[in-house]
């Protein structure tokens, strides 16, 4: 029997899709998981009719079954089992062999496996992949960091398995060492930031505006047809027009508005703390799922905390003018978003030595993942006008867009400051636009609270070095 092409080691749901992804485009492949079960599951099931697809039951089998050097894609959750599988594999593999992480892993992690495989003659590659379980299946966009010769044996393989668009598959060499597992980690905060930006856009338009789900999902689709355009405008559209088969209700009223997180943005936050890099509509994001897990908590203080009480709900003008408003702030929103999430890896391609090509980062985005959107290809003509940019908001257009919708952007959150409906992310996307365009800020009051307790000096408009004023005359002995 030939040797495979290309072997997958974790078949969950993703890792099954994968395989089958792989299969589709003409490539040999190998499939192993820990459990049989699993993988009868999978060769008895989806992949029944499939002509290039074996599985083996053990892993020297498998590995043995692997063509030279041998390529093999990890597929298991984050963490501990990335190192127990990588254990496994380790005496069946040979110098010049290439393991592959497809999973979420945190890019530190990534870090020291390239390190630490390149010391046994071994390639890593630590490769962000997204658009879940379709994605896998159809085309995702993906995300590969670490040694090029890693890549360029991957390369033929993930480029024709990844979606496609007008200029090129959604695949790319991101950098060196964990660059790729570090650009999944940005992608799946600013996915945070966008959803919790669309999730307030609906609480807005139904308790102010009155607007019931079916309402919604028009309303949504719509939107999808202009600057909103983008994967999760659709979705959210589909959501909320899908009816419950036993009530008859919208599906979307009768979910409990309670929501978890897998750790990737918990990352970002972590890391753009770390870099000195603000990016308060991600945090709100975040802490939004957080305070949203609280269910009982909020239960209980709905009765015990006074707030604004609802009022009837706003109609004619007044609604079209709010559901106008929203959709601009909303646009406005995630472009704030984007710039900050895009600052981001700018400065951390200049920590980590990653040279990130932002164009690039932006156009495989177009594709396959959750973040798709109109909007990048908007992105990668604005890297184009300037490779320099520091802020996304600084183009032109970005500029522009800022300044036309921004009294909607202020709309939409005072009237939801004075309704009691809390709206962090749009609220946040709103201060880091006027915190960013503010030519001064209130900082050197605090450089002064600072000096006044700590002594830790400040510096002066007026004059060249570093200052420290004794604030009250010194306490008698």
């Known amino acids: ?241 899908h009816t419950d088969p036993d009530t008859g209700r919208p599906l979307v009223d009768l979910i409990l508005d309670k929501a978890g997180q897998k750790g990737t943005g918990k990352w970002t936050s972590q890391e753009a703390l770390n870099l000195g890099v603000p990016i308060p509509t991600i945090d709100a994001s975040l802490w939004s799922r957080n305070i949203s897990a609280r269910k009982e908590e909020r239960v209980a203080a709905s009765t015990r905390i006074a707030g604004p009480k609802p009022g009837a709900a706003i109609t004619g003008a007044a609604r079209q003018k709010l559901i106008d408003s929203v959709a601009q702030a909303l646009y406005a929103s995630k472009i704030a978003s984007y710039a900050q999430g895009l600052a981001m890896l700018r400065a951390a391609s200049e920590e980590h030595g990653y040279k990130l090509d932002l164009i690039e980062i932006a156009r495989i985005w177009k594709g396959g993942c959750i973040i798709r959107a109109q909007l990048l290809s908007r992105i990668q003509d604005a890297y184009r006008r300037d490779p320099n940019l520091k802020n996304l908001m600084l183009d032109p257009y970005f500029s522009d867009v800022i300044a036309t919708h921004q009294e909607a952007c202020r709309h939409v959150v005072t009237t939801a400051v004075a309704a009691g409906i809390a709206v962090p992310a749009t609220a946040a996307s709103l201060a880091y636009i006027d915190a960013y365009r503010s030519a001064r800020l209130p900082a050197n009051l605090l450089q002064g609270l600072r000096d006044f307790f700590g002594a830790h000096t400040y510096e002066r408009t007026d004059k060249e070095g570093s200052f420290h004023t004794q604030w009250e005359a010194p306490r008698a002995e």
């Open 1 to 241: 029997m030939p040797k495979h092409q290309v072997g997958l080691v974790g078949l969950a749901v993703m890792g099954a899709n994968l395989a089958r992804n792989i299969e589709r485009n003409g490539f040999s492949i190998a499939v192993f998981n820990r459990t049989w079960a699993r993988t009868e599951a999978l060769v008895q099931g989806p992949a029944k009719d499939a002509q290039h697809m074996h599985a083996y039951r053990t892993m020297e089998e498998f590995c043995a079954a692997l063509e030279r050097p041998r390529r093999v894609i990890i597929m298991v959750q984050a963490g501990a089992p990335v190192d127990d599988m990588i254990e496994q594999l380790l005496p069946y593999l040979e110098p010049g062999d290439c393991i592959m992480d497809g999973g979420n892993s945190f890019f530190p992690d990534t870090e020291a496996r390239v390190k630490g495989l390149a010391g046994k003659g071994l390639h890593f590659l630590g490769t962000g992949i997204s658009g879940g379980e379709e994605g896998a299946l159809w085309g995702p966009s993906i995300m590969p960091g670490g040694p090029r010769d890693a890549y360029a044996a991957f390369e033929p393989v993930l480029t024709k398995v990844a979606a496609q668009v007008s200029d090129g598959p959604c695949c790319t060499y991101i950098g060196p060492g964990g660059a790729g597992h570090y650009v999944k980690m940005v992608h799946n905060g600013i996915e945070y930031g966008d959803i919790q930006l669309i999730c307030e856009a609906y609480a807005v338009l139904s308790q102010i505006g009155g607007l019931g789900a079916p309402e919604m999902a028009d309303i949504f689709a719509g939107w999808n047809k202009g600057e909103l355009d983008s994967y999760l405008i659709e979705i959210a559209s589909k959501v909320l027009a």
